[in-house]
């Protein structure tokens, strides 16, 4: 740093290295979106999993398959990364683009469980049967369906993440960069 003063007036001359500043902006832009994402898909299988042990204690006998079935398939995926958006992460039962893990019937379960099935009557008659079986249905009316409580596991997830990314993205970055 250099000083003039020349007619009552002081002039002042600097020059700086920037190199190390602009290698580790360089290497922060290339960085952040990858912590950022491994951050909150860290944060989201937290949460999906406390989620889950939660459903899998209020699943009755009569969806107890269906409600694993749709907890086992919870995952995270990396979306596409734009200028605008630095990391993306979208959370849901597996495959999430696909709107979720298929039953044996090929119904989206964990839509079902999400938002809940209302008591429906099936759409054929059952004929008597003179020696029923377990799990047969021997009536000559049209049986109904109990329907599923909506679980609303989607908002449970959410509602259990969100306030935690914040700070979590925080710490990853002091670690990642130092603090």
Request: aromatic share 8%.
């Amino acid at each position: 740093m250099a000083y003039k003063i020349r007619n009552n007036m002081v002039s002042v001359t600097s020059s700086f290295d920037l190199r190390d500043i602009v290698k580790a902006k360089k290497y922060m832009d290339e960085t952040a979106p990858k912590i950022l994402a491994q951050t909150i898909s860290e944060i989201l299988t937290h949460s999906y999993n406390a989620v889950g042990m939660d459903m899998m204690r209020q699943a009755d006998r009569g969806n107890i398959n269906m409600v694993a079935k749709v907890v086992e398939s919870f995952t995270t995926e990396e979306t596409m990364k734009t200028e605008a958006v630095g990391a993306s992460v979208i959370f849901g039962s597996a495959p999430v683009r696909a709107g979720g893990v298929k039953g044996s019937r090929g119904g989206k379960i964990a839509q079902y469980l999400n938002d809940g099935v209302p008591a429906f009557n099936y759409p054929f008659k059952a004929k008597k049967v003179s020696q029923p079986r377990e799990g047969w249905i021997n009536t000559d009316k049209s049986p109904t369906h109990k329907g599923f409580p909506a679980m609303n596991w989607l908002e449970n997830v959410k509602s259990d993440a969100v306030p935690k990314i914040r700070e979590a993205i925080i710490e990853a970055l002091d670690e990642a960069w130092g603090a």
